[in-house]
């Protein structure tokens, strides 16, 4: 198997344990039925930014509440990126990140739209080896689990003025989660949005920044109350092209073996998955093209069975067959309503390559444990 050996730059990080750890029947008890983002390890990863002098003080510390003062500045306006990824657990024992410096890289994309200190790629890497080594216990081991990780930049200036805040903190969280949607692959609806937009020209959807979901929450309520699972966002400036759903990129596979995908635009989130996705499709001797998508190409290629597959994708759905859409003026249900092969056959490849079930030919795999 190829893989990246980790660095053990990870003893830059001291360690102030958690005196009320969980003991080991405490841990398999939280780890026996595990649903997405609920539960927690006993520690988390922390790294300070001052303006003054940098980053510093890297520690990993109790998981914990994090006392802050009411005019810290993420609490007013929205100082906040994140990142998501997951440890998985290999047969053989060990643990691996899938191409964590990707994900180092988009936080740093995503501090810089939001002026926020970049935090260099070494202390990303070396912060989730510190924590995941030590919470390694915590990386379960049954099928479709993983321990997510969830590492973000927070504005803690205490400053009510609107400025680039002068003090940062960096945290790096881990939860041990079973997959994002109950019940296996199976296909989910999606409700295509009209009237509200996730991102515009010049705004931040290609940054990774919290705000961005909040304004995804009123949507997604509608299109739960309409009963559909997901939200498929249009561009802002024409309202006629696909750009992705609130958490996931979107791929059609046509009749003709041809893959497409919205092309990465300045509004939509480039995503680790559909970049390895892409990959993948390519080594199957299908061709993938990343262009404008109309919803009306989509709509009538759904109809006419030119369209043969929708998918999403992102690290917490993987591949998520779409088997329904619709909006206000139509409803289609696609491939009739069953996940399609093409999907099926990626999931399955991402996933061997993720868990360590077939050779890791990319090197995509970092090993960490
Ligand atoms: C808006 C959005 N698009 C796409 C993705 C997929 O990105 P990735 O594959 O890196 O998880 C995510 C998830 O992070 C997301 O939040």
Redesign the pocket.
């Known amino acids: 198997m190829t893989d990246t050996a980790a660095s053990s730059t990870a003893e830059a990080f001291r360690v102030v344990r958690n005196p009320h750890a969980a003991t080991p029947e405490e841990r398999a008890k939280k780890l026996e039925h595990l649903n997405f983002g609920v539960t927690f390890t006993d520690h988390m990863a922390r790294v300070t930014w001052t303006a003054d002098g940098g980053w510093g003080d890297r520690r990993i510390e109790p998981y914990g509440p994090i006392p802050m003062d009411p005019a810290s500045s993420v609490l007013h306006y929205a100082q906040e990126v994140f990142e998501?990824l997951k440890a998985y657990r290999w047969a053989d024992g060990s643990v691996r990140l899938f191409r964590p410096e990707a994900n180092a890289a988009r936080l740093q994309r995503s501090a810089w739209r939001m002026a926020l200190p970049e935090l260099p790629a070494e202390d990303f890497m070396a912060s989730i080896q510190a924590l995941v080594e030590l919470e390694q216990d915590w990386v379960p081991d049954a099928p479709e689990t993983s321990l997510y990780l969830r590492p973000f930049l927070i504005g803690t200036d205490v400053f009510l003025g609107l400025r680039p805040p002068k003090k940062v903190d960096y945290l790096l969280i881990a939860s041990p989660s079973g997959p994002y949607f109950s019940g296996g692959v199976k296909p989910v609806s999606i409700w295509v949005e009209r009237d509200y937009h996730r991102a515009g020209p010049g705004g931040t959807g290609a940054a990774?920044c919290g705000g961005?979901y909040a304004a995804s929450l009123r949507p997604q309520v509608e299109a739960y109350e309409r009963g559909y699972d997901q939200v498929l966002y249009l561009d802002a400036a024409s309202g006629q092209l696909l750009e992705?759903?609130?958490?996931?990129?979107v791929f059609a596979v046509r009749a003709d073996g041809t893959v497409l995908t919205p092309i990465i635009n300045g509004n939509?989130?480039e995503?680790?998955?559909?970049s390895s996705v892409m990959q993948l499709i390519e080594d199957q001797n299908l061709k993938v093209v990343e262009r404008d998508i109309t919803l009306a190409e989509l709509r009538e290629g759904v109809e006419s069975g030119e369209i043969t597959e929708v998918f999403a994708?992102?690290?917490?759905a993987i591949v998520t067959p779409v088997g329904r859409m619709g909006s206000a003026d139509f409803e289609v249900t696609v491939g009739g309503g069953e996940p399609g092969p093409v999907t099926l056959a990626i999931r399955q490849r991402l996933t061997d390559i993720q868990y360590g079930r077939a050779e890791d030919t990319y090197g995509w795999m970092h090993r960490v444990v």
């Open positions: 998501g990774k961005n992705e759903l609130g958490g996931m990129n939509i989130l995503g680790v998955t559909r994708c992102g690290t917490a």
